[in-house]
Nanobody, 115 residues
Framework: VQLVESGGGLVQAGGSLRLSCAASGLTFSSYAMGWFRQAPGQEREFVAA??????YYGDSAKGRFTISRDNAKNTLYLQMNMLKPEDTALYYC???????????WGQGTLVTVSS
């Protein structure tokens, strides 16, 4: 299984970015997928997940971020709007398991939001 994130970069506060995660080595449509992030010196934080039962967001993402997927392209997305400096972090794509945990992780893409 390989997960490769892209789309990070430097953006001003209030701006938008769309992250992508290209997945290979798995039957992509069969799995829940998620996004987590980790800021320097902080623990990894749940951002969003897309499952058979629906989509779920962490408190910091609600109302600003949208998770989606294109099963035909084996790609997961995270549309991030109204970005804030506190959104600065390394963003990871991950595969969900039937036990509601996450097993495979990408290397991350860095998002930096300037004030």
């Amino acid at each position: 299984v390989q997960l490769v994130e892209s789309g990070g970069g430097l953006v001003q506060a209030g701006g938008s970015l769309r992250l992508s995660c290209a997945a290979s080595g798995l039957t992509f449509s069969s799995y829940a997928m998620g996004w987590f992030r980790q800021a320097p010196g902080q623990e990894r934080e749940f951002v969003a997940a897309i499952k058979w039962s629906g989509v779920y967001y962490g408190d910091s993402a609600k109302g600003r971020f949208t998770i989606s997927r294109d099963n035909a392209k084996n790609t997961l997305y995270l549309q991030m709007n109204m970005l804030k400096p506190e959104d600065t972090a390394l963003y990871y794509c991950t595969r969900g398991t039937w036990a509601s945990t996450y097993d495979y992780w990408g290397q991350g893409t860095l998002v930096t939001v300037s004030s």
